[in-house]
């Protein structure tokens, strides 16, 4: 029986949900030093030699290849633009064909036109690496994590089969590892994810495009919800990690899993809160705080009762800042009630002479 992920969870999704902005784009292009495939139909990229491995189904890999087709693979090139014969995952590796696939969006991307592009390049920026670890959550990276090197691939503006640019895509694929652990960030750009199959490809025994990871063994895979239907378009409005249109999964593991990240699990509960974190599913939670606090970001903020009317808060007389709340007290000759001053009346005793020896006046 093929191994694969069952959906028991509910994504991130609705009508009003959009993709991620090119803003949060890992930069890409040939002002950043990428390599492009150039305006080709079913071009792979020449063997991309990494210093530190990357790990796919519990395997090292240091030579990768970006093929044009929506897709990255470890050890060999994939030569077919979809796969064999429009059969969907698991594919076996035959032939030469290595199969050993890392699928952002694969599809029969077909760039000839010479209008969109696809882009890759290795990097280990620290400015970077820095934003690849926020990318994914501590819930499966664990707070120790620290990237080493990135594979960066963007498929920007594709067109599909048979030289068509009426609807184009574009998403990107970062691969991060720190030599022994590696993570796949998949982010689909706001508005842009139009098509699906290239053009009259049930003539051609081709499918819908197919989201996911195939291990090449021809038995364990991991497949998006969509895939090989037309709703895969989902994917840009859909997510695991609480962003809609972006995806982070650990593919380093004999068996990759594809599951909605519970993001309040590490830090006591709390996750990436300050004080209190509440999960609402499909890799979504929010933040909030105790009493006398306001959340700024994912942090609580003392709420000072006293900054106002004059340093006294709702304080009659002497206001004092705790954190997450206030003490009201009075001056020498009163005595407090709730937050007010009450004057003390010394003459009260001693027959009204209080302290005094004949005539006492409060």
């Known amino acids: 029986m093929a191994t694969h992920e069952l959906w028991t969870i509910s994504l991130l999704c609705c009508s009003l949900v959009t993709a991620v902005p090119l803003s949060s784009f890992y930069p890409y292009g040939s002002a950043n030093g990428d390599t492009t495939l150039g305006a080709f139909d079913d071009v792979i ?15 090292a890999f240091s030579n990768l290849y970006v093929n044009n087709n ?23 590796t035959a032939s030469g064909i290595v199969a050993t696939i890392v699928a952002p969006y694969m599809a029969d991307v077909d760039n000839s036109v010479g209008v969109g592009r696809v882009w890759y390049r290795t990097s280990s920026d620290a400015t970077l690496l820095s934003k690849a670890k926020s990318d994914i959550p501590a819930a499966l990276s664990g707070d120790n994590f620290t990237p080493q090197l990135l594979l960066i691939a963007t498929w920007d503006q594709v067109g599909y089969y048979n030289k068509k640019i009426d609807k184009m895509n574009t998403f990107q694929c970062i691969l991060v590892t720190n030599s022994s652990e590696t ?17 009259n490809q049930a003539t051609l025994g081709g499918q819908e495009a197919q989201v996911g990871f195939n291990s090449g063994n021809g038995v364990t895979y991991a497949s998006f919800p969509g895939s090989l239907t037309t709703s895969i378009v989902n994917i840009a409005s859909t997510s695991n990690v609480g962003i809609p249109g972006q995806w982070v999964v650990r593919i380093s593991s004999d068996i990759i899993t594809i599951t909605a990240v519970n993001q309040c699990a590490p830090n006591g509960g709390k996750g990436p809160c300050g004080q209190a974190c509440t999960d609402n599913g499909g890799g979504s939670f929010n933040c909030s705080c105790q009493t ?5 970001g994912y942090i609580c903020v003392d709420i000072n009762v006293c900054s106002f009317n004059g340093g006294l808060g709702t304080c009659q007389q002497i206001c004092t800042d705790t954190n997450g709340s206030f003490n009201c007290s009075c001056q020498s000759g009163y005595t407090p009630i709730g937050n007010n001053c009450t004057d003390i009346d010394e003459c009260s005793s001693n027959g009204g002479l209080g302290p005094c020896q004949q005539i006492c006046t409060n």
Not at 45 to 59: E, K, L, Q, R, W
Not at 190 to 199: A, C, L, P, Q
């Open 45 to 59: 990229s020449p063997s991309i030699a990494t210093s530190v491995p990357f790990y796919f189904y519990g395997n």
């Open 70 to 92: 929506g897709m990255i693979t470890f050890g060999g090139q994939y030569y077919n633009y979809f796969p064999a014969n429009g059969a969907p995952f698991p594919i076996a």
């Open 183 to 199: 993570f796949a960030i998949f982010k689909y750009a706001d508005g842009m994810i139009m098509w699906t199959s290239g053009e």
């Open 292 to 296: 006398g606090y306001i959340l700024t």
